[in-house]
T-cell receptor, first 116, second 111 residues
Framework: NAGVMQNPRHLVRRRGQEARLRCSPMKGHSHVYWYRQLPEEGLKFMVYLQKENIIDESGMPKERFSAEFPKEGPSILRIQQVVRGDSAAYFC??????????????FGEGSWLTVV | GQNIDQPTEMTATEGAIVQINCTYQTSGFNGLFWYQQHAGEAPTFLSYNVLDGLEEKGRFSSFLSRSKGYSYLLLKELQMKDSASYLCAVPVWAAGNKLTFGGGTRVLVKP
């Protein structure tokens, strides 16, 4: 049973380019969360999605960032016109439809974005 | 809103015990997580406490006091591989399983 799969693991972009990060949740999980971790900091919530719906995007920067979770395929976090401050680790997590006993939130290995 | 505080860094000796404290303020409480994160890796689940008291899992134990808004993670018989960041997090069940994390405590284990 594959875990939460993220790709690419490492991505280098020049300032002004676009970055696309993909996340395939665990089988049977319909909730996806994206978190960002800046160097030497804790994880910060960005967005919570279910299939074809954005449930909570209160942590997303107002500009240049967008996320989707289509009916088919992985969830995608898209960052347009990247700047150096976007350099961070982006983690995806998934959980099943029902609220579990706490250990039902699974994290992917993360995507490390470096903007040069 | 939610706020979580934990120390930035701690140092301990191999074989010793270290206690990492976490205080939180939440508008509603739905349990508390502890995660371990090695540098350059994903967080891995350690524990989840929803009731007061101590829960032990091998060398790691986690304690919760809901009335005090306080938790700690206890690491016993420290090993070099325990050098990592330890993240305290609280979920907001009303918003799925959205987690609010503390800044993490970096533990350095010295020989």
């Amino acid at each position: 049973n594959a875990g939460v799969m993220q790709n690419p693991r490492h991505l280098v972009r020049r300032r002004g380019q676009e970055a696309r990060l993909r996340c395939s949740p665990m089988k049977g999980h319909s909730h996806v969360y994206w978190y960002r971790q800046l160097p030497e900091e804790g994880l910060k919530f960005m967005v919570y999605l279910q299939k074809e719906n954005i449930i909570d995007e209160s942590g997303m920067p107002k500009e240049r960032f967008s996320a989707e979770f289509p009916k088919e395929g992985p969830s995608i976090l898209r960052i347009q016109q990247v700047v150096r401050g976007d350099s961070a680790a982006y983690f995806c997590a998934s959980s099943p439809l029902t609220q579990g006993d706490g250990n039902t939130i699974y994290f992917g290995e993360g995507s490390w974005l470096t903007v040069v | 809103g939610q706020n979580i505080d934990q120390p930035t860094e701690m140092t301990a000796t191999e074989g010793a015990i270290v206690q990492i404290n976490c205080t939180y303020q939440t508008s509603g409480f739905n349990g508390l997580f502890w995660y371990q994160q090695h540098a350059g890796e994903a967080p891995t689940f350690l524990s989840y406490n929803v009731l007061d008291g101590l829960e032990e899992k091998g060398r790691f134990s986690s304690f919760l006091s809901r009335s005090k808004g306080y938790s700690y993670l206890l690491l016993k018989e420290l090993q070099m591989k325990d050098s990592a960041s330890y993240l305290c997090a609280v979920p907001v069940w009303a918003a799925g399983n959205k987690l609010t994390f503390g800044g993490g405590t970096r533990v350095l284990v010295k020989p």
